[in-house]
């Protein structure tokens, strides 16, 4: 699998690399492999793929509560539905992995 973003050239955190074509399919309808992503990712790269994973979810999240609702007028009413649902799934996960009072 090969993917390539040209939006920016340099190297920056793993977590963004693999948060941001998500955020991007995401208005479209489309979904990625993103466990399979994390996983090539992390051995390609000697990552822990547990806490990738985790990263991964973060930098999606913030993306869609920081750096999208300014391109929200941009798509679909569908597409917003999609990104709400992508969110909502997004903040579950979070919490699913916070860590437990005991």
Do not use: N
Request: glycine letters at 4%; zero cysteines; aromatic letters at 8%.
């Amino acid at each position: 699998m090969i993917w390539i973003d040209w939006q920016q050239a340099g190297t920056v955190q793993p977590a963004h690399e693999l948060a941001f074509p998500s955020v991007r399919a995401t208005p479209e309808g489309a979904v990625l492999p993103l466990t399979e992503m994390v996983e090539l990712y992390a051995a390609r790269r000697q990552l822990d793929p547990v806490a990738l994973a985790r990263s991964v979810l973060a930098a999606e999240l913030m993306i869609f509560l920081f750096a999208w609702p300014s391109y929200a007028g941009s798509i679909t009413a569908e597409g917003r539905e999609l990104v709400h649902r992508r969110v909502t799934s997004l903040a579950a996960g979070w919490l699913d992995l916070r860590p437990r009072a005991r």
